[in-house]
Each structure stands twice: as C-alpha cells, then as structure tokens.
C-alpha cells in the first residue's frame, strides 16, 4: 500500500475533501434557480477575492484561454503591446500577441529577478512609450518563483501612459495580496487550479470600465470569450454559454472555505509556507534560486541542486519513496532548479514532511554537509 499522492507542484495543487464532495454532487442545470444561486455566490466570492466592485467572468477554459481572452476583448490588429518578461508564464502573453496579430515591445529580465518600475518608466517615456496600448505583466511567476512588484509598476503605467495594464495574476491569487481597484488595473485573470484549489478547467477574468470601454471599440473580439457577453449575464447569475457546473460547485465551496480563513489569514500561511522552505533550504547549505527575500514568490519555492546531484534523481527520490511530487525547472531552467509548490490548501505539516524528505534524499544521494534533521529544525524555527 501507499501513502496517498501529495502534490507540491504550483498547480494543480491538493483538493480539499469538502471540495471533492462537492465537485462530486450530481450536476444540475445550468440556467436552474439553484445552480442561478451557486453563480450568484461564486461570483460575489470572486470580486472579494480580486477586490473589486467590477463584476469576473467566468470562463471554462484554463488560465491559457483567460489571457488570450484579456487581448483579444481589447486590442486591434497592428496595436502595440508591451510586455514584461520575467520567465515562462509571464514570455505567454508575448507569444499570445504575436499570434493575434498584434506589435510587441518585450522588456525581459534574467531568470530571477523582477521587473522594475524604473525599466517600465524609461521604456514609457522614450520614443515608442506613447504607441503603446496595453502593457502585460506577471504578478507572480511560477517558472522561477519571482513576485513582481504589481502596484508600483500599475502606477508607472499610469504616471506616463493611458495604455490598459493587464495583469496574470493565476498564482498569486489566494496567496498573497492583490488589489485590482486599488492599484488601478484593467484586466486581471486567475484559474482554477492553483490557490482556488479546484481542479483545472476555470478561469477568472476581472474587467475595469476602461477595458470595456477599449473592448467597444475593438473590431473583432472573438465570440467565446467576448465581454459583452459575459458582462451582460453576471448580473442575471448566468453565464453566457454552459459552464462547467461541477467545478463551478468546487468552486463555490473553495470561495467559502476561503473566506472563513480570511484574506489575511491566507496571505499570512502562504507567507509562513515561504518562510519555512526557504529556511530549511538554506540550513541544509543548499541556495535559494530567488535570494532576494522581497522578491520571493508566497506560492512556489526554486532550489538549486547539490553539486554532482540531478533534478531529476532528487524529484524521482521524493516521489517513489514518499510519493509526494515536486516540479522541476521549466525550458532552460530544466534539470537547472527544482520548484517546490506551497500554493493552496498546503499547510506547515505538509512542508515540515516534504523538507525532511528533501534531506533523506540527499544524504542518500551522498549530499551530507549538514546532518538529518538540519532542514527539519530550521523550518520548525519558523513556527516558534
Ligand atoms: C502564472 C501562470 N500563468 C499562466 C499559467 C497558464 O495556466 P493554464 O495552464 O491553466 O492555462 C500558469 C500555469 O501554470 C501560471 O502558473
């Protein structure tokens, strides 16, 4: 027999039992008065979450289908678009514009670091700042565990510029603060499986009056993802088209489940989670690949291997003796790091296990700076 599966990936992340039990109800239909009540709920958790009076579409589709739907609602052929490159996820909407049709300006940063309002601002005020009509950035990004500082660089795009700021915000949503009418974004999308907590399969698309008005003047917006649709049936509990009603279920519950815990309350463990990986990873003498405190990632935690240690006989270790998964580097960082997720409904104990079985495998990899139990106590020292 075998202990159950843990997954410490950064998506898809553990589904709580209460979210099994519901994604498992039978389904019902979808323009019913009950499952009209299930939207209603979800939809007012989704605007407490993004912290918006603006109404989130919810689309069934993942986080992909969201960002394709954020430009294609609100830019025209040949309009220029300027997008902040930090890694994997945040290098997507580059390639998503390229694809529309659309002109792309790129600031990229090495692997690691953040963008920086300094870099948008010197881009903004030169010759091509004022063409540009959107500006695409990451809130956290998951190929490298960077958090990027969002309201500083909304505001630089605000200071010197009218273009719309759209932001990713798929795993940093449910972990860590974001404040989409405070900080003056346009459009920002999330998904399902990651701090949500539900099974892959929804996106989240939250739209600011500026944004919709841009998507009215935009020739061909598509129709499965188009606001106006979406916008038009929020109000009424409905979705355009039919949704998938059992992850809407999952959905609905994670909303609850989350709002007991508290915003602060959610940011605060995802903090402690961080806290934990970082310090065990560095009392064992092995390096953080985001050394920056600041810029490091509430969701997902990137290490370097011992010298003369592959990625992959440390992830293959971890999961055939303790069947938990954790995720390796993604393109050039393959082999290079491995990620260890500590998004969603993952908790002290859950990392306390997945550094001490970290630390086996590398002793028994012959990785033995520090002695058994080094990792262990400088994690536990985060929760004295
Ligand atoms: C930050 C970020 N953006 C976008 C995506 C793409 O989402 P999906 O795989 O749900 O399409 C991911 C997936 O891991 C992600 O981590």
């Not at 300094?118 to 009509?133: D, R």
């Not at 909303?255 to 806290?275: V, Y």
């Not at 082999?335 to 998004?343: A, E, N, P, Q, W």
């Not at 969603?344 to 520090?370: M, N, W």
Request: charged content about 15%.
């Amino acid at each position: 027999m075998k202990s159950d599966l843990a997954l410490m990936i950064p998506g898809p992340t553990p589904v709580p039992e209460a979210i099994l039990e519901a994604l498992s109800r039978p389904p019902i239909g979808h323009r019913s008065n009950e499952f009209k009540v299930v939207l209603q709920e979800v939809y007012a958790g989704l605007q407490w979450i993004f912290r918006t009076q603006r109404p989130v579409f919810l689309y069934t589709a993942s986080g992909t289908g969201a960002m394709e739907a954020s430009l294609i609602n609100v830019l025209n052929h040949g309009d220029e678009v300027l997008v902040l490159s930090c890694g994997v996820f945040s290098h997507r909407w580059a390639e998503i514009a390229q694809e529309l049709g659309l002109q792309v300006h790129l600031i990229e940063v090495p692997p690691g670091q953040s963008n920086t309002p300094e870099a948008l601002e010197t881009f903004l005020k030169g010759p091509q700042g004022q063409q540009i009509k959107a500006v695409c950035m990451i809130h956290n990004e998951t190929s490298t565990g960077v958090l990027n500082p969002i309201q500083a660089l909304a505001q630089t795009v605000k200071k010197h510029s009218d273009a719309l700021v759209i932001v990713d915000t798929v795993t940093s949503l449910g972990a860590t603060n974001f404040e989409f009418d405070a900080w003056g974004i346009d459009i920002a999308v999330s998904g399902s499986q990651k701090g949500f907590m539900i099974p892959p399969g929804l996106s989240f698309l939250a739209a600011s009056e500026k944004a919709m008005a841009q998507h009215q003047q935009c020739a061909a917006p598509g129709h499965y993802f188009n606001f106006s649709k979406y916008e038009k049936v929020v109000e009424k509990g409905q979705t355009p088209y039919t949704p998938a009603v059992n992850l809407t279920f999952g959905m609905q519950k994670s909303l609850a489940l989350l709002q007991e815990e508290g915003l602060e309350g959610i940011f605060q463990r995802h903090l402690k989670n961080q806290q934990m990986v970082r310090q065990a990873v560095k009392s064992m003498g092995l390096s953080l690949f985001v050394e920056s405190d600041t810029l490091a990632s509430p969701s997902v935690t990137s290490v370097l291997p011992p010298d003369g240690i592959s990625v992959d006989a440390i992830r293959a270790g971890i999961k055939e003796q303790f069947n938990i998964v954790i995720a390796n580097g993604q393109k050039n960082l393959t082999g290079k790091i491995f990620r260890i997720g500590h998004l969603g409904a993952i908790f002290p104990r859950d990392i306390l296990t997945v550094v001490s079985c970290l630390e086996v495998v590398c002793h028994q990899l012959g990785y033995q700076k520090t002695p058994l139990g080094t990792a262990v106590a400088g994690a536990q020292g985060e929760l004295l």
